[in-house]
């Protein structure tokens, strides 16, 4: 599971209060176009939900593989099927991932070590708003 010291906050939805964070260790980018890391999600009264998922940057789509226990252990997805990333109200932090982070104008990043920079700058430089 994620330690504090990894996660890297990024704007999920302007609709919640919840807080999101990628684990920073658990980020990877392949050279399939594929983003995988595990997301975390604090909900405004100290919830936590912990998943291991991926992200297609050449078919704009999500994937789930696991999700974290707070005995620190794993269980695999009940569905591992490739989702469309939407950009509504649902699940808004996808599109953000997609869109303004891992995906910018939908081709993928070169490798983890510029996935980690854009988390930590907030936004990929050709996409962030000045």
């Known amino acids: 599971m994620s330690l504090a010291e990894n996660l890297l906050p990024f704007e999920g939805s302007a609709t919640t209060d919840n807080k999101y964070m990628v684990d920073s260790e658990s980020l990877s980018v392949g050279n399939d176009g594929v983003v995988r890391f595990t997301l975390v999600i ?3 009264a100290g919830a ?18 696991a999700l974290g226990h707070s005995d620190k252990t794993w269980s695999r997805a009940r569905s591992d099927q490739w989702l469309k990333i939407r950009d509504n109200t649902v ?17 993928p990043l070169r490798n983890t ?10 936004g ?3 996409i962030r708003q000045h």
């Open 91 to 107: 699940n808004r932090h996808y599109a953000e991932l997609y869109t303004n982070y891992f995906c910018p104008i939908g081709l």
């Open 113 to 122: 070590d510029e996935a980690r920079q854009v988390l930590r700058r907030g």
């Open 48 to 65: 936590q939900n912990v998943s291991y998922e991926a992200m297609n940057c050449l078919t704009s789509e999500r994937r789930l593989y």
């Open 124 to 126: 990929h430089p050709s």
């Open 42 to 44: 604090v909900s405004s």
